[in-house]
């Protein structure tokens, strides 16, 4: 495995886990409400608590995974810039190779015409 695959699937990894922790204080926090309805009415405040914890949660959530984007378009970008270095790269040096053959071909048949005007 490469390691910009290693981690994607690391991104991958870390994004579900902050879903899954996210669902988890969700369920939760619905469940502390629920309890709280079973036993007496919830006050606004009460609701408002639950309310501040899951919005704060899942903004949490939503950071980690743009983080985590922002840091795989990174990854992309740096494998873009090396792809293109080594393309430039080569294409240099296939560029000097052909100049080299055409210089040396219009060597050898400017030494060819030299000697078939001699002769």
Same mark, same amino acid.
Do not use: C, H, N
């Given at each position: ?12 990894? #870390? +994004?579900? @886990? ?5 669902? /988890?204080?969700?369920? =939760? ?5 629920? +309890?709280?309805?079973?036993?007496? /009415?919830?006050?606004?405040? =009460? ?9 704060? *949660?899942?903004? @949490? ?8 984007? /922002? ?13 293109? !270095?080594?393309?430039? @790269? ?9 100049? !080299?053959?055409?210089? @040396? ?7 060819? #015409?030299? *000697?078939?005007?001699?002769?």
């Amino acid at each position: 495995m490469s390691a910009p695959t290693e981690q994607f699937a690391d991104y991958a990894k #870390r +994004g579900q @886990e902050a879903v899954t922790s996210a669902v /988890r204080t969700w369920t =939760d926090a619905v469940g502390d409400l629920a +309890g709280t309805v079973t036993g007496r /009415r919830p006050s606004s405040a =009460d609701a408002q608590a639950v309310l501040d914890t899951a919005f704060d *949660t899942t903004l @949490e959530v939503v950071q980690k995974v743009v983080d985590g984007q /922002r840091q795989v378009a990174r990854t992309l970008l740096d494998a873009g810039v090396q792809v293109v !270095e080594v393309i430039g @790269e080569q294409a240099t040096k296939a560029a000097g190779k052909a100049t !080299e053959t055409v210089t @040396e071909t219009a060597a050898k048949a400017s030494r060819s #015409r030299s *000697t078939s005007a001699k002769s």
